[in-house]
C-alpha cells in the first residue's frame, strides 16, 4: 500500500517561517505567492487529498488498478500483459482456497494526488471481456466463477449480491465473451427462477471468485499444489458512466529514492505501484524488500506447509508478479536492488 508522503515542495515555492512548533523545528506555511495548501513540516507537504493539482480521466475497470485478495496460503497474483488486459496467476493449496479478483469503487491504495474517482453508482456502466482461464473451475461449474457485489439497495441497505458469470457469456467454458450491464444485471445461479435483481446504484467493491477444480468448503490440504491462471482480455468500459476522474499530478525530479516491499504490495498489480514512484518524481533505484511470508513454493506435509523441495523456490504467482515488475522497471530506466534480509524495511533515502 502507498501511504501518503512527505513530498518536497517544487523550487518556486518558498516556505516562510510562522512560528515555533515546540520540539526544537520550525513550521512553515507557502508563500502569499502561491496558493495556501495548508501547514507543512521542513519545506514538505504532508498530503492527506488533492486539491488543485492536476487531474485527468480513467475508463472505469482499467486493468491496472484490480487487485487480489486470499487467505494464506494460497497465492495470488494480478498483472498487466496488455494495456487491455490482466492475468491473474494463482497456487492452491487447500480445497477451500479462493482469490478475489477485486475493483474497488474507492480507491484505497494510490497516494491521494493520483487517486481514481469514488464512484459507486454503477448503473451506466457495461464492462465487457474476453475470459480464458486453466486450473480453476470454468465458467459452467457449480461454484464457478462469480460476480459478488458488494454495497447497498435503493432503500440504502446494505446488500450482497452474487452474479453467475456464465449466465453473461457467449462460448465455452474456458474461453468466452462476457458482457455486464450493470443497469440490468441479475442474480443468482439458475435464471429466471432464481433472479436476484442487482440495484448497482451504491456499489462499494465487487470481485470475482477464483476455485480450485476440486473446491470445497473443508480446510483439507489438496493432494498436491494446484495452479491456475485466468485472463481477462479486451477489457472495456461503455455507456454514461464509463469515465471517471484521476488524479495526475508529476512531480519533479528529486533527490530521494523509494523502497518497495512485496509484502505489502503483493495485491497491487506492478504498474499501479511503478506508476505512484514516477508521478511522485522518484527516479534511480527501487530498494525492493521481497519478504519472507509470500514468495516460497509449499508442499503439505506432516500437518502443515513447508518450503518445497521440488519446482524452485518460487511460487507462480510471486514468480509473475516479479517477472512483471522487473520487466516495467527496465522499461522506464530503473534499476531494482532486490532485498529479502529481515532488517531490510521500506523507506525512502537520499541518492
Known amino acids: 500500500m502507498v501511504e501518503p508522503l512527505a513530498i518536497p515542495l517544487a523550487a518556486e515555492w518558498t516556505p516562510e517561517r510562522v ?22 513540516i521542513m519545506a514538505h507537504w504532508l498530503c492527506s487529498q488533492r486539491v488543485e493539482q492536476e487531474a485527468g480521466v480513467l475508463s472505469r475497470f482499467d486493468p491496472r488498478f484490480w487487485t487480489v485478495n486470499f487467505p494464506r496460503p494460497m497465492m495470488a497474483a494480478v498483472t498487466n500483459p496488455a ?34 474517482e469514488t464512484a459507486r453508482d454503477f448503473r451506466g456502466c457495461r464492462l465487457r471481456f474476453r475470459w480464458r ?20 439497495d435503493a432503500a440504502g441497505k446494505a446488500r450482497v449480491w452474487h452474479v453467475r458469470l456464465w449466465n453473461y457469456a457467449t462460448g465455452n467454458p474456458e474461453d468466452a465473451s462476457v458482457v455486464i450491464d450493470f443497469a440490468s444485471v441479475v442474480g443468482g445461479f439458475a435464471l429466471p427462477g432464481e433472479a436476484d435483481p442487482v440495484w448497482a446504484g451504491d456499489v462499494d467493491r465487487m470481485f470475482v471468485s477464483l476455485v480450485a477444480p476440486e473446491f470445497d468448503e473443508t480446510d483439507v490440504p489438496l493432494a498436491a499444489a494446484q495452479e491456475g491462471w485466468v485472463e481477462l482480455t479486451g477489457i472495456a468500459c461503455d455507456g454514461p458512466g464509463a469515465v471517471i476522474g484521476i488524479g495526475e499530478a508529476v512531480l ?50 506432516y500437518g502443515g506447509f513447508y518450503v518445497g523441495l521440488t519446482g524452485g523456490v518460487l511460487n507462480v504467482a510471486c514468480a509473475a508478479w516479479h517477472r512483471d515488475f522487473a520487466a516495467r522497471a527496465k522499461a522506464c530506466s530503473t534499476r531494482i536492488v532486490g532485498t529479502t534480509g529481515s532488517s531490510a524495511r521500506p523507506m525512502a533515502r537520499r541518492r
Open 133 to 152: 482461464s486453466a486450473g480453476v473451475k470454468p465458467l459452467d461449474a457449480i461454484r464457478g466463477p462469480t460476480l459478488t457485489i458488494e454495497g447497498r
Open 19 to 40: 512560528r515555533g512548533d515546540g520540539m526544537g523545528g520550525e513550521r512553515f506555511r507557502t508563500s502569499p505567492a502561491v496558493p495556501n495548501y495548508g501547514d507543512i
Open 83 to 116: 494495456p487491455d488486459a490482466l492475468r491473474v496467476d494463482a497456487v492452491f493449496y487447500r480445497r477451500s482456497d479462493l482469490a478475489g479478483l477485486i475493483w474497488e469503487a474507492e480507491d484505497r491504495f494510490d497516494h491521494p494526488l493520483l487517486r481514481y
Open 252 to 301: 519533479p525530479e528529486h533527490g530521494f529514492q523509494i523502497a518497495s516491499g512485496y509484502d505489502d504490495s503483493y495485491n497491487l498489480t506492478p504498474a499501479r505501484l511503478l506508476r505512484n514512484a514516477l508521478h511522485l518524481g522518484y527516479r534511480g533505484a527501487i530498494t525492493h524488500y521481497v519478504g519472507m511470508s509470500h514468495y516460497f513454493r509449499l508442499d503439505a506435509l
